[in-house]
């Protein structure tokens, strides 16, 4: 990707960028070179956005029309497969085989996204059920709920932009993205792409890049947006919760998610899927395990496995076939990540693998055991390569420390007693519970969301384009 590549201003559509012209370089996290500029647009360009929206959905897109976008979408993005995982492992120093996995998850919600455009309906109410409604007819519409407005995060760059446009399209609502600062161009070349080949009128989709207190807040704020869609931090997700307060806003937030290791369980293939699913973009996922709780009789061989799956990661740039994680998005990030860790070895944890820091820059995947839920790698979400491994007697001490949490995203156990999966399904108060798999597996068609600091929402197409559109009910008298 050339620095050139971004040159062309956005916001993209009928709302041509006509701010101050002051750019906003982007560089890539792995070795800092430049990757390209995007505008540092403004309240006012924001607001162009909107009032571009705001018209385009006076003239509703038919059923027909929506489902053949988001049908063209999938099948050119499949194309162009290649040219946007390059785009997503420099950006976002996301491995180039992790970054393909993604494409081809995107590829699958525009799909399902599809599908709800054309399945969109209502129901019908029976009004005679009473004997005032005898003689008429009643159903329900569905309705787009009006402009949307999406904050996206770094960590998916193309995915959960496609998790928040694909059910807005779908639902007939017109879209005002606000990429990630450190990621923009998987979202400007996929709103290029919707526009230019797959169908979608310009106005429906404008892309404004720029800072989270300038951009975004002008979004949060602005009177005909009447949906806000945000993944992110919990602290900057409630703060838009309380700025909007007569607004729908749907938060998917963070996790520190724990994973539940029985004696009678498979613990060999649970340190297997752990290696990736603690580690895979450097262990920047939502749903990233990150609490290991594992029984006491198990643990020192459990932790030797660990040790050795984790020790084969490749580390190395994003763009090598062969690397399984590389850098932090930023170095402050990293340094944070590592002032958790050398805590938690001050505190009683023994940092058994990891926690130093490469000539590259890349922090090393990192296992720290004899963990306690008061260590921030315990209580916090770590947003890094870091796993915490803390040992427990009994399972009902293991779901007690899994629930101990202002996190409430995805959890799971691995057992292979029926009963005791049932009760850790009961009990653990999270959002989803996996059996016999790790936290961090989401499938992009189920309802994917938490309690607590982990949100307030249901993402996947079917659940999220409910959430975008008004129930209007109709009654039809005699």
Not at 46 to 67: F, G, Q, S
Not at 230 to 253: C, H, N, Q
Not at 298 to 322: H, K, N, Y
Not at 408 to 434: E, K, M, N
């Amino acid at each position: 990707m050339s620095p050139e590549f971004a040159v062309t201003p956005v916001p993209l559509a009928g709302s041509s960028f006509t701010g101050s012209g002051a750019r906003i370089e982007v560089h890539a996290p792995y070795d800092g070179s430049l990757i390209g500029h995007v505008p540092a647009c403004t309240s006012a360009d924001v607001d162009r956005a909107v009032e571009v929206a705001r018209r385009a959905m006076a003239t509703p897109l038919p059923a027909w029309k929506r489902a053949s976008v988001l049908d063209a979408a999938a099948s050119r993005l499949a194309a162009r497969r290649e040219e946007f995982a390059a785009t997503i492992a420099r950006e976002a120093a996301k491995p180039i085989k992790t970054a393909r996995v993604e494409v081809d998850r995107a590829v699958g919600t525009f799909q399902f996204a599809a599908a709800e455009a054309r399945t969109l309906v209502g129901d019908v109410v029976a009004m005679d059920a009473i004997p005032a409604g005898e003689g008429k007819f009643g159903f329900t519409m569905r309705v787009p709920v009006g402009v949307v407005g999406a904050i996206a995060p770094f960590n998916f760059p193309l995915n959960l932009v496609v998790h928040k446009i694909g059910p807005a399209i779908a639902a007939g609502c017109a879209v005002v993205l606000k990429p990630a600062s450190q990621t923009p161009f998987s979202s400007i070349l996929l709103a290029r792409m919707l526009i230019e080949e797959c169908g979608l009128p310009a106005e429906w989709l404008s892309v404004v890049t720029g800072g989270g207190s300038t951009v975004g807040n002008a979004i949060v704020d602005h009177p005909d947006i009447a949906l806000v869609t945000f993944t992110g931090s919990p602290d900057v997700g409630w703060g838009i919760r309380a700025r909007a307060p007569r607004k729908r806003v749907g938060l998917e937030l963070g996790n520190n998610a724990p994973i539940i290791i029985e004696p009678d369980g498979d613990w060999m293939t649970a340190a297997a899927k752990i290696k990736v699913a603690g580690f895979s973009h450097a262990g920047q996922s939502c749903i990233s395990t990150q609490r290991i709780l594992v029984h006491e009789s198990i643990s020192e061989a459990f932790v030797d496995e660990l040790v050795r799956q984790v020790s084969t990661l490749v580390l190395g740039d994003p763009l090598d076939e062969d690397t399984d994680v590389s850098t932090l998005i930023s170095t402050s990030e990293r340094d944070r990540v590592r002032s958790w860790i050398s805590e938690a070895a001050c505190e009683g944890g023994e940092v058994v693998l990891g926690g130093d820091v490469t000539t590259q820059g890349i922090l090393c995947p990192t296992i720290v055991v004899n963990a306690r839920a008061s260590m921030k790698i315990c209580a916090k979400e770590v947003f890094g390569p870091v796993v915490a491994v803390t040992t427990y007697s009994d399972v009902n001490e293991a779901l007690r420390i899994a629930n101990d949490s202002d996190f409430g995203l995805q959890a799971a156990i691995f057992t292979s007693d029926i009963g005791t999966a049932l009760r850790a399904v009961r009990t653990l108060d999270f959002g989803g519970v996996v059996v016999n798999d790790v936290p961090t597996f989401r499938a992009d068609q189920q309802p994917y969301g938490g309690l607590r600091d982990s949100g307030n929402t249901r993402e996947g197409p079917a659940f999220s384009v409910r959430e975008m559109t008004e129930i209007r009910m109709v009654i039809l008298g005699a």
